[in-house]
């Protein structure tokens, strides 16, 4: 029967167990099934004859970590690498920093380097030799090949054939995004097809929507007015090589603009009416189009209120259009307004009014 003393080294914890006899045991009886199963799990024993069991502690080059940031980065964009240590007083320690083969920087306390990343598809390569004040030595590498990613979205918003701009995303509305992104590999692009994507939104990942050649996302129509966060990481199958991006979208409220319909032109598409308009003849037809209401939504679902001087009118037969006459050829000027409402989504509305100037027709003498 010998007089053993143990204790026991944990992450972040240690445990001194107190001097105990046992005879045929290594561990105390409960103890050593919970303690062999912890991670990282190490004993030291003494005992008369001396040490048997040696401490295995992290070496000087375990205890030294590398931060990239951004982890991704994309081409020419400031990259810092600091090295960091929970064991070593980096402030004391010396640095030599190695970039492309070339000594760059050295320095006490020099644990950080900043350089600016290069074309797509370049890899810098950055090696860093620290020192200790006793003596001792480390040396970490780290390669950053940029890569970069366009990340663009579309609305599923209702807009004109004649309109030549973008479908905005509004309230209730639905969106999708689509990343293209561009990671060389042995110079050439890697086909967006053959990459894996994680895909989150407003944070949170969507891991049913990421995956193996899924470059794009479909973000189904919120009942509150947010701004979408969406934030896509496509990488190669061996996860060395990456690209990032992020973007936001803010809804806007949905429009209502007014034209003028000519009886042998049609809708005078190339000018919207703003502020007021002129009846020039008796009688004058104005056509409203709405944009960015959900492009899913049924006309029956979209009600138009149209009103004169804010006294709602007769809805027109054809609901978009209202023919104004002035029979009596008085002069005066009258305001027309239109409230458009989205009956399945609804808080998708607008409001949109012009002034209408009226003078009374000159008539010409006949002799």
Do not use: C
């Not at 990340?151 to 995004?177: C, V």
């Not at 990421?210 to 996860?239: C, H, M, R």
């Amino acid at each position: 029967m010998s007089r053993v003393l143990r204790f026991f080294i944990i992450p972040s914890l240690l445990l001194f167990a107190t001097t105990q006899l046992y005879a045929d045991t290594l561990y105390p009886p409960g103890l050593s099934g919970i303690l062999q199963n912890q991670p990282g799990f190490q004993t030291t024993q003494y005992s008369s004859q001396g040490i048997t069991t040696p401490v295995n502690l992290p070496t000087f080059q375990e205890a030294v970590d590398v931060i990239v940031s951004p982890e991704n980065p994309k081409p020419g964009e400031k990259v810092k690498i600091t090295i960091t240590s929970s064991s070593i007083d980096v402030k004391r320690a010396t640095f030599t920093w190695i970039v492309n083969g070339k000594k760059t920087e050295e320095g006490i306390a020099k644990s950080s380097l900043e350089i600016e990343a290069g074309k797509a598809g370049e890899t810098t390569g950055i090696s860093v030799v620290l020192r200790s004040p006793t003596g001792q030595q480390a040396t970490k590498k780290v390669s950053i090949t940029p890569s970069d990613i366009d990340l663009t979205w579309q609305a599923g918003t209702y807009t004109p054939p004649f309109y030549e701009g973008k479908a905005l995303y509004s309230i209730q509305s639905g969106l999708t995004a689509v990343a293209f992104p561009h990671i060389i590999s042995g110079g050439k692009e890697v086909s967006p097809d053959s990459l894996v994507y994680e895909w989150k939104i407003n944070g949170v990942p969507q891991a049913s929507l990421s995956g193996y050649a899924k470059n794009s996302i479909a973000i189904p129509a919120k009942f509150l007015p947010q701004t979408i966060t969406i934030e896509v990481k496509a990488s190669t199958l061996d996860g060395n090589l990456a690209a990032y991006e992020t973007i936001s979208v803010d809804p806007i409220d949905p429009k209502i603009l007014f034209y003028r319909k000519l009886p042998l032109q049609g809708v005078a598409t190339e000018k919207a009416l703003v502020g007021e308009a002129e009846l020039a003849d008796q009688e004058g037809t104005f056509i409203a189009i709405p944009y960015f209401f959900s492009s899913d939504t049924p006309n029956s679902s979209i009600t138009y209120s149209w009103s004169i001087n804010s006294a709602k009118t007769e809805t027109p037969p054809n609901e978009k259009e209202i023919t104004l006459r002035n029979t009596e050829n008085n002069t005066g000027r009258s305001r027309v307004g239109l409230r458009v409402e989205n009956m399945k989504n609804i808080l998708q509305a607008a409001e949109n009014s012009f002034i209408l100037n009226y003078n009374p027709i000159e008539q010409t003498a006949s002799f």
